[in-house]
């Protein structure tokens, strides 16, 4: 049984989608971290289980335009290899300040683990129309320069937005024409 109100729909193949680390800890501010969800998402595109259209990775979140054949179970796999990856790289390395904080962000009733990444939930929606897709994917590219990061989108190494521009980004995507 889920416990989110945001739900899939098998007839709908592309989501705008957002997932959060817990309390926002800014987990992705390490490239060995951040490597983690880069690797996994090529994974997904390479082994077709996800179509990548579009992503950004901030610190603490990840915000992608994807699709898939079952969507919500391959979201689910994600943030479930993901967060088991992070957490071992995490005590490997022994970051003790991650840990504390991974512990204490857990949701109580969740009595099987010792540690939360990411929040419950993805916040799926549905990509209607092009119009709806170029807004999601301005957004997404858009969201380093928002923050100051970058004067340009394709300058945010964790984001197709080189992609769009014909580059190679860290992470195969599909363009979607036109852009």
């Not at 680390?21 to 983690?36: E, K, R, T």
């Not at 990840?62 to 699709?67: A, C, E, K, P």
């Not at 796999?77 to 204490?104: G, H, P």
């Amino acid at each position: 049984m889920t416990r989110t109100r945001y739900k899939t729909d098998p007839d709908i193949k592309v989501y705008f989608a957002t997932s959060t680390i817990v309390d926002w800890i800014p987990l992705f501010s390490s490239p060995d971290l951040a490597q983690i969800v880069i690797e996994s998402l090529n994974y997904l595109h390479n082994n077709q289980r996800m179509r990548i259209h579009a992503y950004v990775l901030m610190e603490e979140h990840l915000h992608l335009i994807s699709s898939a054949d079952n969507y919500a179970a391959e979201m689910r796999n994600f943030k479930s290899y993901t967060a088991r990856k992070i957490i071992d790289l995490i005590e490997k390395k022994n970051w003790k300040f991650y840990l504390q904080r991974l512990t204490e962000a857990k949701m109580k009733f969740k009595l099987q683990q010792r540690f939360q990444v990411w929040q419950e939930g993805f916040h799926p929606q549905f990509i209607r129309d092009v119009q709806m897709f170029e807004k999601c994917l301005e957004y997404i590219h858009m969201n380093p320069v928002k923050r100051g990061y970058v004067d340009v989108p394709e300058h945010w190494r964790y984001s197709s937005a080189r992609n769009y521009m014909g580059e190679t980004g860290v992470v195969e995507v599909e363009v979607v024409e036109p852009y």
